[in-house]
């Protein structure tokens, strides 16, 4: 994989849904792997920064995981709230940043 | 309060002009950024700089130049030679090169 590939593009789902999205990296000269949350007229924030195969990180209702051997980190949210409405943007640092083009989610009340 | 500054928010060039972007941080960061954004597409890296008096081309260099003769300032001016300059322009920070950016609240510019 030479690009950083985000997975749905989007996604609408119900309040309390849990939902998870995928993110794909090149698993060579790898330094870390962040994810990052940016909602509309806002600036993106970041969520996770995660550098250890087999990290998983915790914030509220949102969770991460890393596999830099296969490439891949997943972030879940569990019972989704319309606050959560956002698009989710994960990024591969290989000595510099690259981005993925982002999951968009709406949750409807 | 702490945080990085863009400025302007919106901007409209005429074709030909060029224009720059500032961005300046307070937050004390080593490194800074610039992307790019356009619809559908995500971030893309037009430069980044780890180091007052040294920047990188990013993924798409062509049409840009940068300076960082502060730690403050990372200003980014959109050539004549930008083929297609009409984007959202974010800036970052971070503390060290792996660290977690910190972006502004970015720059639309629209060229007429």
């Known amino acids: 994989i030479l690009n950083v590939e985000q997975s749905p593009q989007s996604l609408h789902v119900q309040e309390g849904d849990s939902t998870n999205f995928t993110c794909s990296f090149p698993s060579s000269n790898f330094y870390a792997l962040h994810w990052y949350r940016w909602e509309t007229a806002k600036s993106p924030e970041a969520l996770f920064v995660m550098t250890l195969n087999g990290d998983e990180k915790k914030k509220g209702r949102i969770s991460a995981t890393l596999n830099t051997k296969e490439g891949y980190s997943y972030l879940y949210i569990k019972g989704s709230q319309p606050e959560d409405s956002a698009t989710y943007l994960c990024a591969s640092n290989t000595g510099k940043l690259i981005f993925g083009q982002g999951t968009t989610l709406q949750v409807k009340p | ?112």
Not at chain 2, 46 to 66: C, H, L, M, R, T
Not at chain 2, 72 to 87: D, I
């Open chain 2, 1 to 112: 309060d702490g945080g990085i500054t863009q400025s302007p928010k919106y901007l409209f060039r005429k074709e030909g002009q060029n224009v720059t972007l500032s961005c300046e941080q307070n937050l004390n960061h080593d490194a800074m950024y610039w992307y790019r954004q356009d619809p559908g597409q995500g971030l893309r890296l037009i430069y980044y700089s780890q180091i007052v008096n040294d920047f990188q081309k990013g993924d798409i260099a062509e049409g840009y130049s940068v300076s960082r003769e502060k730690k403050e300032s990372f200003p980014l001016t959109v050539t004549s030679a930008q083929k297609n300059p009409t984007a959202f322009y974010l800036c970052a920070s971070s503390l060290g090169s792996v660290g977690e950016l910190f972006f502004g609240e970015g720059s639309r510019l629209t060229v007429l």
